[in-house]
C-alpha cells in the first residue's frame, strides 16, 4: 500500500478521500487555486500546495503542475476523484510516465472509454444494444446538421468527454439545432477542454439506471449492483438511490451481466460505471460509462458495507478484489439507500447558481442512519468558479419507505445562510408522489417542474403566528437580559404598556414571498394575544428551546421547528418550510417597476457572447447576452420591449453581480 496520496481535485471528494486515506494511514497531499486557499480540503490534507488561478484551466486541469507537485511531496500515487482530470487519458499516461500510480483504469481504457462516441462504438461491436446516433469524428456543424436530419428528432447532442450534465441539449426541430450545437460545444470546451460532441436519438420518458464495476489487476471484475438516478433536472442528478425501485431481479441479473461483459471487453481495472437508459418497457440500451469513482457512490457503500475509495486504493497498489467479491454469487444489498445534492442555487430563479459565505450552516448530526459529505462549513465561501454544491445527505434504513421518512427528517434540520439554496426543492421531492412510487423518469422534473418550485405560495396562518410568536420570544430575551431572564418578577419582562420604550402592543412585521405581513401582540412571557387583519388568536404556554417552538394557538398546541439567522427565519411544520424575513414596524416599499430600463448580472461571471447592439430594437425575452458561470450557461433576456442604448459588456468579460450590463432608453 502506498504511504504517500496526492490528491488531484478539491471540495467534498478531496476530503471523501482523505478520510480513508486517514483509515489506512496514508499521508495525503492536496493542492488548491488561488480561489481555495481557505478550503477545507486545504486544511484537512497532511501538506496542500498552491497550483495557480481560480479558473479550472489554471488550476485543477494543470495536469503539469500536479505531476509536479507529486514529485516534490513525495506521492507514490495520484487519486483523480471525479471532474477535472479524472477522465484524462493523457493525464493519466503522463502519471505513469512520471513513476506515479494513477489511482483509476489506464489511459487506454479511458480513450476507449472514456469518450462517449468511442465506448458507443465500442459496446456496439460487442453486442451491446445502443441508441441510433452519429459518434463520428467529423465535428464541422453542416455535417452535424445533416447527420441531425438522418437520425431524427428529438434527438440529444452531448459532449463527447465529461459529465455531470454538462454539455447536453435536447433539440426537438430542425430549426432549433445551429443555437444549442453551438451552445453545447461552448460549455463542453469550458468544462472539459474539448468541444467534439455526439448525436443520438432521444428516448423519452427513460430512466437511468447505472451499475458499478470494480476490477483488479488480477483479471477479475464484478459488478455491484445498480444505482437509480432518474430524478433529473436538465441532466443534472438530484437524487440516487439503490436498489432501485423499478429494477426485478431478472433485470438486474441481464443489466449486470452488460455491465461485466463491457468491463471484460477492456480488461478493466479499478471503478467505473456502466450508464444505462432504460425504456418504460424494460429495454435498456448502453448509455456511457465513466472512468471513475461516480458522486453518488456513498449509497453502493452504505447497502454493500464497502468503502469504494479502500477498493481504489488497494486495486491500484495491485492487491486483489477482496474474496467476498468473486462475482460467483450475487451482491446481496442490505436495506436501501438515497443520496441528495445540496447546492448553492435558487429554484425560484431558474436554479441560478449561487456565491458567496455561508454565515450559517447547520446539517443533521452523522448516525447510523445519516451521512454527510461536504467540502464546506459556516464561514466558507461558495466561489464561481466551480460547481457549488454544499453538500452531499445520504441516509440508509431498512427499506425504501423508511429510508424516504429519514432523508424527510434530516432534511428538516437543514439550515442555510447566505447564498440561495435547494433545500426546499429537495424537500418537496421527496415527499412527492412520482418519487414516492418508484415512478420517475428523467424528464419528470423538467416537465412538471412547477410542482417543485411554488414560489408564490403563500405562507398560512399557522406558519405566520409561529414566526410571529417565535421573533416576540427571541426579542424578550434578548431585550431582559441575563439577570431579568431569571427572575420572572423583574419589572423588565412586564410587556404591559408601563415603561419607556416598550409599549403595550408590539408589531411584528414579517416579509414573505414579496408581500409584507403585519401582526399586532398584546402580552409578554409565552402569552399574547395576536391581531392579524380582522382575525385575533389567544396564544398561550410558548417556549422556544433548542431550536423547537411549541404553543397553544386558541388551545390548539402545535410544534414548529425553527430555523433563525441574522437576517431570515424559517419555520418548519414537519413537512415543510417557511423562510421569513424580518422587517421594521414601519417602512417604505419600492416602486416594483424599478429597474425595467437595464440588464443585470444575475451573479459574477464571464461574457460569453454579446447577441444586442445600442440602437436596436428587442422584443420582451429577445436573447441579449450569454453569460458563464459554474461551468453552466445563462441567457439574460429583454424585460420589455424597447430600444437598446447602450451594451456595457463585451465577449470575455468578467463582470460582478448586479454590474449593468445593457441599458434601455
Not at 257 to 285: H, S
Not at 623 to 652: F, H, N, Y
Amino acid at each position: 500500500m502506498f504511504d504517500t496520496l496526492l490528491i488531484a481535485n478539491r471540495g467534498e471528494i478531496a476530503c471523501r478521500i482523505i478520510r480513508t486515506c486517514r483509515h489506512l494511514g496514508i499521508r495525503t497531499i492536496a493542492v488548491y487555486s488561488d480561489a481555495d486557499v481557505g478550503a477545507q480540503h486545504v486544511r484537512q490534507a497532511d501538506a496542500a500546495y498552491p497550483i495557480g488561478g481560480p479558473r479550472p484551466a489554471d488550476s485543477y486541469l494543470r495536469g503539469d503542475a500536479i505531476i509536479e507537485v507529486a514529485r516534490r511531496a513525495g506521492a507514490q500515487a495520484i487519486h483523480p476523484g471525479y471532474g477535472f482530470l479524472s477522465e484524462n487519458a493523457d493525464f493519466a499516461d503522463a502519471v505513469e510516465a512520471a513513476g506515479i500510480r494513477f489511482v483509476g483504469p489506464p489511459g487506454a481504457s479511458m480513450r476507449k472509454m472514456g469518450s462517449k462516441a468511442g465506448a458507443k462504438e465500442l459496446m456496439s461491436a460487442h453486442g451491446v444494444p445502443v441508441v441510433p446516433g452519429y459518434t463520428g469524428e467529423r465535428q464541422d456543424p453542416a455535417h452535424l446538421a445533416r447527420e441531425a436530419e438522418r437520425i431524427g428528432f428529438p434527438l440529444m447532442i452531448k459532449a463527447a468527454y465529461g459529465g455531470g450534465g454538462k454539455g447536453m441539449r435536447i433539440v426537438r426541430d430542425a430549426g432549433e439545432f445551429a443555437a444549442n450545437l453551438a451552445s453545447c460545444q461552448r460549455e463542453a470546451a469550458n468544462a472539459f477542454g474539448r468541444d467534439r460532441v455526439l448525436l443520438e436519438r432521444y428516448v423519452e420518458r427513460p430512466r437511468h439506471i447505472e451499475f458499478q464495476i470494480f476490477g483488479d489487476r488480477h483479471g477479475r471484475i464484478v459488478h455491484l449492483n445498480e444505482r437509480e438516478c432518474s430524478a433529473q433536472r436538465r441532466y443534472q442528478k438530484v437524487l440516487e438511490e439503490t436498489p432501485s425501485p423499478f429494477v426485478s431481479p431478472a433485470l438486474r441479473a441481464r443489466m449486470g451481466e452488460a455491465a461485466v461483459a463491457a468491463g471484460r471487453a477492456l480488461d478493466y481495472v479499478n471503478a467505473g460505471t456502466v450508464e444505462f437508459i432504460v425504456g418504460q418497457d424494460g429495454d435498456f440500451y448502453f448509455m456511457e460509462i465513466n472512468t471513475r469513482l461516480q458522486v453518488e457512490h456513498p449509497v453502493t457503500e452504505l447497502v454493500t458495507g464497502l468503502d469504494l475509495v479502500e477498493l481504489q486504493l488497494r486495486v491500484a497498489a495491485g492487491e486483489p478484489l477482496p474474496a467476498a467479491l468473486s462475482g460467483e454469487q450475487p451482491i446481496v444489498p442490505h436495506g436501501h439507500a438515497i443520496e441528495l445534492r445540496l447546492y448553492a442555487e435558487d429554484p425560484e430563479q431558474g436554479f441560478l447558481p449561487g456565491s458567496g459565505t455561508l454565515e450559517r450552516l447547520r446539517l443533521p448530526a452523522p448516525s447510523a442512519h445519516v451521512r454527510i459529505d461536504s467540502g464546506v462549513v459556516q464561514g466558507d465561501t461558495v466561489t464561481i468558479f466551480y460547481d457549488p454544491m454544499i453538500a452531499k445527505l445520504i441516509v440508509w434504513d431498512v427499506d425504501r419507505a423508511a429510508a424516504l421518512q429519514r432523508m424527510r427528517e434530516a432534511l428538516a434540520e437543514v439550515d442555510i445562510a447566505g447564498p440561495k439554496s435547494n433545500v426546499a426543492f429537495l424537500e418537496r421531492l421527496v415527499r412527492h408522489p412520482a418519487v414516492i412510487d418508484g415512478s420517475i423518469d428523467t424528464g419528470y422534473l423538467d416537465r412538471h417542474l412547477e410542482a417543485f418550485v411554488d414560489g408564490s405560495a403563500a405562507a398560512d396562518e399557522p406558519t405566520l403566528l409561529a414566526a410571529a410568536v417565535a421573533r416576540l420570544l427571541e426579542e424578550e430575551q434578548a431585550a431582559a437580559g441575563l439577570g431579568a431572564a431569571q427572575d420572572p418578577h423583574s419589572p423588565w419582562r412586564r410587556a404591559d404598556g408601563w415603561r419607556l420604550g416598550h409599549p403595550g402592543k408590539r408589531i411584528v412585521a414579517l416579509l414573505h414571498g414579496g408581500r409584507r405581513h403585519e401582526l399586532a401582540a398584546h402580552g409578554a412571557n409565552g402569552c399574547y394575544r395576536i391581531e392579524a387583519g380582522d382575525t385575533t388568536v389567544e396564544v398561550a404556554g410558548a417556549l422556544l428551546a433548542d431550536g423547537v417552538l411549541s404553543a397553544r394557538y386558541d388551545g390548539v398546541a402545535r410544534r414548529h421547528r425553527i430555523l433563525d439567522a441574522a437576517q431570515r427565519l424559517s419555520v418548519h411544520d414537519g413537512e415543510r418550510r417557511v423562510s421569513f424575513e424580518p422587517a421594521p414596524a414601519f417602512a417604505y416599499t419600492v416602486d416594483a417597476g424599478a429597474g425595467a430600463d437595464r440588464v443585470l448580472a444575475p451573479m459574477p461571471g464571464r461574457i460569453v457572447a454579446v447577441k444586442a447592439a445600442a440602437g436596436a430594437e428587442v422584443a420582451e425575452g429577445d436573447e441579449l447576452l450569454v453569460m458563464e458561470a459554474m461551468k453552466m450557461e445563462l441567457t439574460l433576456r429583454a424585460p420589455c420591449d424597447g430600444t437598446i442604448s447602450a451594451v456595457q459588456a463585451s465577449a470575455g468579460d468578467f463582470v460582478e453581480a448586479d454590474a449593468i450590463l445593457v441599458r434601455f432608453e
